[in-house]
């Protein structure tokens, strides 16, 4: 079966950290850019963070640079977001989601009509 699945949500104070996981299943994440977005009821859904497939390049939202981090281990399959410093704005439903054109260079490439396969999502949520 061919999906993408999210995990490492969960719920955590102000200031502390998650690890968000993208596994790829039934096929491989090697030739993909892979894009990390979330979603609050009511919004539209937001690009975070980006990693392009051939040379690793990197791109954050204003709203998170210096606090998270992506990276992925292709030998996998497997993206990661790590997320420290949280604050209760960045308490959504996280997606990641892959994009074939495999660019990752600015905000450009957060576009969500450029992502083609999606995961289910995984909720974060920052409360005290």
């Known amino acids: 079966q061919v999906q993408l699945v999210e995990s490492g949500g969960g719920l955590v104070q102000p200031g502390g950290s998650l690890r968000l996981s993208c596994a790829a299943s039934g096929f491989t994440l090697d030739y993909d850019a892979i894009g990390w977005f979330r979603q609050v009821p009511g919004k539209e859904r937001e690009g975070v963070s980006c990693?392009?497939?051939?040379?690793?390049?990197?791109y954050y939202t204003d709203s998170v640079k210096g606090r998270f981090t992506i990276s992925r281990d292709n030998a996998s399959d497997t993206v990661y977001l790590q997320m420290n410093s949280l604050t209760p704005e960045d308490t959504a439903v996280y997606f990641c989601a892959t994009d074939t054109a495999a660019l990752c260079k600015d905000s450009y490439n957060l576009q969500v009509y450029l992502y083609d396969f999606w995961g289910q999502g995984t909720q974060v949520t920052v409360s005290s």
């Open positions: 990693i392009s497939s051939h040379d690793g390049n990197t």
